[in-house]
């Protein structure tokens, strides 16, 4: 397939990509950008661990096409963390050992990420909506709940 010369926009830095049209994103992202902290799980949309956010929101990149990323803002993991120091949720992760082989938890954080960023104090359901798209084989969402009650706890007192 004939490659073609795109700019992608990732954790604040722009780089010019060269690559076959249907490259996916999460490929792009780990080869060109050296940023191995979104994962590959089943390529098939369907387990979550490949989420980046672009423009805010959740998308898996394991499928879609980096090209249709073009001029849009895109975060991984890497970039939810702002000059190396962990937002609440990776903090929360941290002290709950909400990650047991740690494969599923980038795409988790980056989901959970997402929904705090959006609504301050998420409800429940919201929150098993944010998680049910993400698998975890090592059985981590005990911990991961836990995490992300503290997460709300700590909002909360905040005010
Ligand atoms: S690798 Fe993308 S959803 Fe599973
Ligand atoms: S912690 Fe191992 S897959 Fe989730």
Do not use: W
Not at 21 to 33: A, C, G, Q, W
Not at 111 to 126: D, G, V
Not at 135 to 152: D, E, P, T
């Amino acid at each position: 397939m004939n490659k073609t010369e795109y700019i992608l926009n990732v954790n604040g830095k722009s780089k010019n990509i060269v690559s076959s049209e249907d490259k996916p994103l999460l490929y792009i992202l780990r080869d060109d950008f050296n940023l191995t902290g979104t994962k590959l799980g089943c390529g098939l949309e369907q387990c979550g661990s490949c989420a980046v956010l672009v423009d805010g929101s959740k998308v898996l990149s394991c499928n879609r096409p980096a090209i249709e990323f073009v001029n849009k803002k895109i975060t991984t993991i890497e970039g939810i963390a702002k000059n190396e120091v962990l937002n609440e949720i990776q903090q929360s992760f941290k002290e709950f050992n909400a990650a047991q082989c740690g494969y599923c938890t980038s795409g988790i954080i980056v989901s959970l990420t997402e929904l705090f960023n959006k609504k301050k104090i998420p409800e429940s359901k919201e929150i098993v909506e944010s998680l049910s798209g993400q698998l975890c084989r090592c059985g981590s969402h005990a911990s991961v709940l836990k995490a992300v009650n503290n997460v709300i706890k700590i909002r909360k007192n905040h005010g």
